[in-house]
Nanobody, 114 residues
Framework: QVQLVESGGGLVQPGGSLRLSCAASGFTFRVTVMSWYRQAPGKERELVAS????????NYADSVKGRFTISRDNAKKTISLQMTSLKPEDTAAYYC???????WGQGTQVTVSS
C-alpha cells in the first residue's frame, strides 16, 4: 500500500532550524517527483518545494528560497526538508506529497514562536 509518513516537526524559535523527513513505501519512489506542501489555519495549502526523480532539479516557493533545502535519498526512499532561519510565518502543517500518484502524508506540525 502507498504510504508517506512525515516526521521531524516541532516547536522552534524564530531563527532556528528544523529538519523534516518523509518515508515512502508502496510505489516506485525513484521515478517520481516529490514535494513538500504546507498549510496554515485559514489558508490554502501551498507548495513549498519539489524535487525531480533523480534529485538534480529542485523548485522552491519564493517565501522559502534560500532558507529551505529539499533533498532525496532514493536508496532509502526518503525526502527531507532542511529548514533554516525559520520565521513565525513558516508555522504550518507540512505534508509530503507524490503528485504523480496523488499520495499525501498525514502531516507534521511546525510551530515557529518565541
Amino acid at each position: 500500500q502507498v504510504q508517506l509518513v512525515e516526521s521531524g516537526g516541532g516547536l522552534v524559535q524564530p531563527g532556528g532550524s528544523l529538519r523534516l523527513s518523509c518515508a515512502a513505501s508502496g510505489f516506485t519512489f525513484r521515478v517520481t517527483v516529490m514535494s513538500w506542501y504546507r498549510q496554515a489555519p485559514g489558508k490554502e495549502r501551498e507548495l513549498v518545494a519539489s524535487i525531480s526523480s533523480g534529485g538534480a532539479g529542485t523548485n522552491y516557493a519564493d517565501s522559502v528560497k534560500g532558507r529551505f533545502t529539499i533533498s532525496r535519498d532514493n536508496a532509502k526512499k526518503t525526502i527531507s526538508l532542511q529548514m533554516t532561519s525559520l520565521k513565525p510565518e513558516d508555522t504550518a502543517a507540512y505534508y509530503c506529497n507524490a503528485p504523480q500518484i496523488n499520495a499525501w502524508g498525514q502531516g507534521t506540525q511546525v510551530t515557529v514562536s518565541s
